[in-house]
């Protein structure tokens, strides 16, 4: 959530950073702006809205000709209303220190008491213009020390860049739980949020650690640790095309990023998966010995990657024959979890700077559990702080309601599912080999769903109106079902839910009425005749009803409105294969109500506050 950009080098940077944001937008944002060094010192434009709002001011000012140095911000609100006195940058009183500020500062209610006693004023509601009087506060000629100064104050997250009128020639960044990445190019040099935003750019780029500050110029960066010794970065060569991250002629995002699932799934199975089937999942310091000793797993993660642990549950829990259990990475810290060496906790995120997923990641580390984070951004924080990561490798993910993330993630935990079952030897080597290669044939299978759109987009024209929608599911169809749910509602902005259909006639039926729309999935095949039953059940009080179903059934379509069809596949294979018209209808929904699908309201790609 929130992007920072920054640049100093012999370029002019207002064009330079108005670019960059743009390629930020995708993390989500409410209001926009940019501080500038100039001949007359700090020169600062932002505006509530959007990146094409800035613009419009920047070619009505005069006074940023020729500026070379400056930072700039995408806000996404969290104290304090939208609008543009709350936008970032924040200037000092002073005129001596622009900040941007992506995380939360907790303690900025009493910072801000002590600074009025001092003689500090403040005009916004944030707590990100606490920062800029903190360190305007303690400057007294030393930037660095001002900043580090200001730091000890600070309670919460942050990624920090700074620019002090007195330097003109420098910004500084900080970050604490908050991801921050440098880039390097010649004559030039960068801060940002993310990648994409620099990447037409430079393609060097190192990742700010923890609570370190970085120093740069046009020539050189300097990095310093809490101590203030020098610290020297391995610089990571960005190899994926930066089409990668554009929309290639697709309408948005987020169908690219469908219909990139079938490449991003065999970019994730086949480098780990050997010719003889065995598996190489490249862990270094958990042992076959460690993982023959774990007695529970627990997933912890949020929003779609949590759900990724709820349907992977059940495929662990069935091979492993131990207690497993999802749990949302927000109330992980706060349970007082049971967890000890014996436990192995898995931590997914996209990102890998989630921040309450990093918080339960440092928990559970804190309590001895042996930890594998499953993230798609290499060198992020939860990778770096994990005992193992294991990388998606599925390419930059620019929409805000993930899909390909979800999809990689999945098959990637099952595939290390399939790894433990092979060496605790609860499947037989025939069986670990068939289920291997029913997720190599997923890919196909998900590509012969996306040869068919056209069935989906018709029942999306049938229903993009409606009020409410309901998911139903047994087992894993019930997991599968609130990841299905949560894409339409995020991008459409559709009330909509998932009950476990078993709970139907305990309560939730009550909300059936002539014309709900309910979305049965049906393909979990033991329990298939029950939910016929719970089709009835919502048809009898006048729901329609669109079913998932498997190419092979030929009951269910006889007691729905419509029907789509999953081709024959292992049961391992099938969530990866269901998710994908659910992904379909929530797109087409979205786009028929003319949402703006790739940046849905209040959302962001990336939560790094809790």
């Known amino acids: 959530m929130c992007g920072i950009v920054g640049y100093v080098g012999t370029r002019e940077a207002s064009e330079l950073l108005l670019e960059a944001l743009e390629k930020l937008e995708y993390r989500g944002y409410d209001s926009a702006g940019i501080a500038l060094i100039c001949d007359a010192g700090i020169v600062i434009h932002k505006t509530r809205g959007r990146i094409a709002d800035l613009r419009r001011i920047f070619d009505e000012a005069t006074d940023d000709d020729g500026c070379t140095v400056g930072i700039g911000h995408t806000r996404w609100a969290t104290h304090g209303e939208p609008s543009d006195v709350n936008s970032h940058p924040h200037l000092s009183k002073s005129k001596r220190v622009a900040v941007v500020h992506n995380g939360i500062i907790e303690n900025y209610i009493e910072l801000r008491r002590h600074l009025e006693q001092h003689g500090y004023t403040f005009s916004t509601e944030t707590d990100s213009e606490v920062v800029s009087e903190l360190i305007d506060y303690c400057y007294s000629g030393d930037p660095v020390a001002a900043v580090r100064k200001a730091e000890q104050q600070l309670k919460g997250s942050y990624a920090l860049g700074i620019l002090f009128s007195d330097f003109p020639d420098q910004i500084i960044a900080l970050r604490k739980d908050s991801p921050l990445i440098i880039g390097l190019g010649e004559g030039e040099n960068f801060i940002a949020s993310d990648i994409p935003a620099i990447l037409k750019h430079t393609r060097n780029v190192f990742r700010l650690g923890e609570r370190e500050l970085a120093v740069l110029t046009a020539q050189r960066v300097r990095v310093l ?88 549950k059940h495929f662990l829990q069935k091979n492993l024959r131990l207690p497993v259990e999802a749990v949302l990475a927000s109330e992980f810290r706060y349970e007082d979890p049971i967890v000890d060496e014996k436990t192995l906790v898995i931590i997914v995120s996209q990102s890998g700077e989630t921040l309450d997923t990093l918080y339960a990641l440092r928990e559970a580390k804190a309590r001895g559990a042996r930890t594998v984070s499953i993230v798609n951004v290499l060198a992020s924080s939860i990778a770096n702080e994990s005992e193992e990561v294991l990388y998606t490798w599925a390419g930059p993910e620019i929409a805000v309601a993930t899909t390909k993330a979800y999809s990689t993630q999945l098959a990637l935990i099952q595939l290390f599912g399939l790894h433990m079952a092979r060496i605790r030897g609860n499947l037989s080597e025939e069986e670990v080999k068939s289920q291997i290669t029913a997720l190599q044939k997923v890919p196909e299978g998900v590509e012969k769903l996306l040869e068919d759109v056209k069935s989906v987009q018709y029942i999306a024209s049938l229903y993009f109106n409606c009020q409410d929608v309901f998911f139903i599911g047994r087992n894993m169809d019930y997991a599968l079902s609130l990841e299905a749910s949560l894409k339409l509602k995020e991008i459409s902005y559709i009330h909509s839910e998932a009950y476990a259909a078993g709970e139907l006639k305990h309560g939730t039926i009550s909300l059936i009425e002539d014309g709900t729309l309910v979305i049965a999935l049906c393909t979990y095949r033991p329990l298939l005749e029950k939910m016929i039953s719970n089709i009835k059940e919502v048809s009898a009080r006048g729901a329609k009803v669109l079913a998932v179903i498997n190419e092979s059934d030929v009951q269910t379509g006889t007691v729905a409105d419509h029907i789509i069809r999953i081709p024959e596949c292992a049961d391992i294979a099938l969530p990866l294969l269901t998710i994908v018209p659910l992904q379909l209808f929530a797109y087409y929904i979205a786009s028929l109500k003319g949402c703006d699908i790739d940046k849905p309201r209040n959302l962001a790609k990336s939560v790094t506050v809790e």
């Open 225 to 312: 640790d809490i101590f203030g010794n020098r610290v020297d970065h391995p610089v990571d060569h960005i190899d994926w095309d930066a089409a990668a991250a554009e929309k290639g002629g697709y309408p948005h995002f987020m169908i690219k990023e469908i219909f990139e699932q079938p490449e991003a799934i065999r970019k994730t199975l086949a480098p780990r998966i050997r010719e003889d089937l065995s598996i190489d999942l490249g862990f270094k310091r958990l042992t076959d010995e460690d993982l023959k000793g774990i007695e529970s797993i627990k997933i912890t993660a949020c929003g779609s990657a949590y759900h990724v642990g709820v349907v992977a």
